[in-house]
């Protein structure tokens, strides 16, 4: 069931039976995670802590995702920002240090791979804290990615491997991760979409106010160093996207606007329709709309596959094949993107119907619901080992 940006703000907690899990910190710092957080935050209510590090220290994209977030007493704000990453990460363990040191909780949670999931995971090791990593176990196998050790990193110190798919689960039995600290629970993006998708009414006045069309657009995303950093690659993405034969909407994010003012680029976002970063449920009334997605964003190729969109990953490597051969396609900065975009043009409304019976390979909205599970059994038997 889709519900309005006002619906969300106002949903309470519902996971009942979920009683005992209260003095939980998630640690976070950039839009992904707040997103795929929330779902957890009304899991387990106000017997949660948020520490939010600070690490995307854009407004534009922190305050629209905070804005729709279900209200905590107890949010933190760390305001770490940016700047080299040996020093960013050294800073937050120490800021998150702190805050455990205060109010230690009973566990920590982080999410995905960033630098502040990796000193959230520091911290609570240091504090000797039960650790619950969330989306673990994913691998591009590609070293040159700082979050491809983050992950390593992190899912070696948790207690608690919450693996989407069974595909992760296989990835760290293969390093030697204990099969009894891997939980497998599907992705909390689903319910995070679920809960955040404006009705279909809502969607079509988002495109109304922008004079697009349902299906008539391409809704596009490039934010990745590998992709923005390069002045050449960045080029060539914004010039295959500005020769797509459909209007190409795309919320610029605040690394590659940077990016287009030191290279020089601004006139290759001319024949784009630019976009400041959206909200979350605005962005998804564009994204289930558009007739194809192009991105290198790793949230949107899960978030095609619930919303049954194609997606163009425009990457070297990607941890999330399971959507290879069926919402999504791969290819590197190039004509491969205006190619792939217009196979899935040649017929949208077929690919549309197709899609739309292919379940999700990250689940059916209740990893939340199955993580908490997971972590009450993990307390539970740290409460026995210490009562014994
Ligand atoms: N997103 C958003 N507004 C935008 C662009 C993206 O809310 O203008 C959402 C998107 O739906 C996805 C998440 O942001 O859930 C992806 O974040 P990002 O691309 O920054 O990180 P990644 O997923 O690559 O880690």
Not at 130 to 150: C, F, I, Q, T, Y
Not at 322 to 351: C, K, N, S
Request: charged share 25%.
């Amino acid at each position: 069931m889709s519900t309005t940006t006002a619906d969300f703000r106002a949903a309470r907690p519902t996971a009942a039976g979920l009683a005992g899990t209260g003095g939980i910190t998630l640690v976070c710092g950039t839009r992904p995670e707040l997103i795929k957080l929330a779902p957890l935050m009304r899991a387990f209510g106000d017997g949660c802590a948020v520490v939010y590090t600070g690490q995307h220290y854009d407004r534009s994209l922190y305050a629209r995702i905070r804005a729709d977030l279900p209200p905590s007493e107890a949010f933190h704000e760390l305001g770490v920002g940016a700047g080299r990453r040996g020093g960013q990460l050294g800073r937050t363990v120490s800021a998150v240090d702190e805050v455990l040191a205060d109010r230690p909780g009973r566990a920590v949670v982080v999410q995905g791979d960033t630098t502040s999931a990796l000193a959230g995971a520091l911290a609570a090791n240091a504090h000797d804290l039960p650790l619950v990593h969330v989306e673990a176990g994913l691998r591009s196998h590609d070293r040159a990615m700082p979050e491809e050790h983050n992950r390593v990193l992190i899912d070696h110190l948790a207690d608690l491997c919450c693996a989407p798919t069974e595909l992760n689960r296989g990835h760290l039995l293969a390093e030697n991760v204990p099969d009894e600290r891997i939980a497998v629970t599907g992705n909390t993006v689903v319910e995070a979409l679920q809960a955040a998708l404006p009705a279909t009414d809502d969607r079509r006045a988002v495109l109304a106010a922008r004079g697009l069309e349902r299906d008539r657009f391409v809704l596009a995303t490039i934010h990745r160093p590998e992709n923005v950093d390069d002045a050449g690659r960045l080029a060539v993405i914004l010039r295959e996207l500005g020769r797509l034969p459909l209007p190409v909407v795309f919320p610029l994010h605040p690394r590659t606007a940077k990016s287009v003012e030191a290279f020089g680029l601004r006139h290759l976002l001319e024949p784009l329709v630019e976009l400041e970063p959206q909200a979350y449920p605005a962005f998804l009334a564009l994204a289930a709309e558009a007739a194809v997605l192009v991105s290198d964003s790793g949230g949107i190729q899960e978030e095609a596959s619930v919303l049954k969109r194609p997606v163009v990953v425009v990457r070297r490597s990607t941890e999330r094949p399971e959507i290879a051969g069926t919402f999504g396609t791969r290819v590197l900065p190039g004509p491969a993107i205006g190619a792939e975009v217009a196979r899935w043009l040649d017929d949208v409304a077929g690919h549309r119907e197709r899609l739309r019976h292919l379940p999700s390979p990250y689940g059916d909205g209740s990893a939340s619901a199955r993580i908490v599970t997971a972590l009450n059994a993990l307390l539970a038997q740290r409460a026995g080992v210490t009562a014994g």
